[in-house]
């Protein structure tokens, strides 16, 4: 039995952080140190526009939506809104990019 306990020690041992668990720890921290205002958090909830266009707004949606494991949602909000200010010329390569990146069965961040 200590021989098979050792064998399997390493399951016990915690994971080295990912670079996307380092990148997420850093946010906390960044937010930890800036705590919204009163003013800012009120604001926030009369329009969904307040949060997206305060830094620290998004970063406490994006940290929300990493806990559901749903942050692809914010990328391709935010997508559909760089989207609304493309050059014409440039609106079906774009388009076809968040489709593809997006929408599309099998896409790397499928909504």
């Known amino acids: 039995a200590k021989d098979i306990k050792h064998k399997?020690?390493?399951?016990l041992q915690k994971p080295e952080p990912q670079a996307a668990d380092?990148?997420?720890?850093?946010?906390?921290?960044?937010?930890a140190k800036r705590v919204p205002?009163?003013?800012?958090?009120?604001?926030?909830?009369?329009?969904?526009?307040?949060?997206m266009s305060s830094e620290m707004g998004r970063m406490v949606f994006a940290s929300?939506?990493?806990?559901?494991?749903?942050?692809?949602?914010?990328?391709?909000?935010?997508?559909?809104?760089?989207y609304k200010k493309t050059a014409p010329s440039k609106l079906p390569?774009?388009?076809?990019?968040?489709?593809?990146q997006y929408i599309a069965a099998d896409a790397p961040n499928e909504v």
């Open 37 to 51: 205002t009163t003013v800012e958090v009120e604001k926030w909830k009369e329009s969904f526009s307040h949060v």
């Open 93 to 100: 390569t774009r388009a076809k990019q968040i489709y593809q």
């Open 22 to 31: 380092q990148k997420q720890m850093k946010d906390k921290t960044a937010a």
């Open 64 to 82: 929300f939506l990493r806990s559901e494991f749903s942050e692809e949602n914010m990328d391709f909000w935010v997508a559909c809104e760089d």
């Open 8 to 11: 399997i020690s390493f399951l």
